[in-house]
């Protein structure tokens, strides 16, 4: 049986329990009230990017392959920015639970990745 993959490697943060993934062009946030709309912007937002794997799952095709999406990236704020309390809440993973599927994160939430290890 078929199966989708999905890994996403190299540099992320998480605002107020979600995983956002910086790609090579993200320019660092900055500090306002507009925070989460920049991050929306300028990163991959790991929930979006599951709502978006379900429904091409669901639309194109017939067997609803099962998926396993691997996050192996920092889970930590950016280092000497501060995101305010409201960051303070550590969350598991994703908030999104897409069907038939498994999200294995390498680090836990407010942990930096082992680069090198």
């Known amino acids: 049986e078929d199966a989708i993959l999905v890994c996403c490697t190299g540099h992320g ?3 107020k329990r979600t995983q956002y993934m910086l790609t ?3 320019k ?3 500090q306002g009230p507009n925070l989460e ?3 929306n ?3 991959i937002n790991l929930d979006e990017m599951l709502r978006t794997l379900q429904k091409y799952r669901r639309r194109c095709t ?3 392959p099962p998926s396993i999406v691997l996050v192996d990236c ?3 704020e950016v280092p000497g920015f501060d995101f305010g309390p409201q960051s303070a809440n550590k969350g598991s993973g ?4 897409i069907d038939n599927s498994v999200v294995v994160f390498t680090t836990s939430s407010g942990d930096t990745a082992g680069d090198g290890v």
């Open 94 to 97: 994703s908030s999104v639970s």
């Open 62 to 64: 017939p067997s609803f």
């Open 37 to 39: 709309a920049q991050l």
């Open 41 to 43: 912007k300028t990163c």
């Open 74 to 76: 920092c889970r930590t």
């Open 28 to 30: 660092p946030p900055v």
């Open 24 to 26: 090579q062009d993200s």
């Open 13 to 15: 943060i998480e605002y």
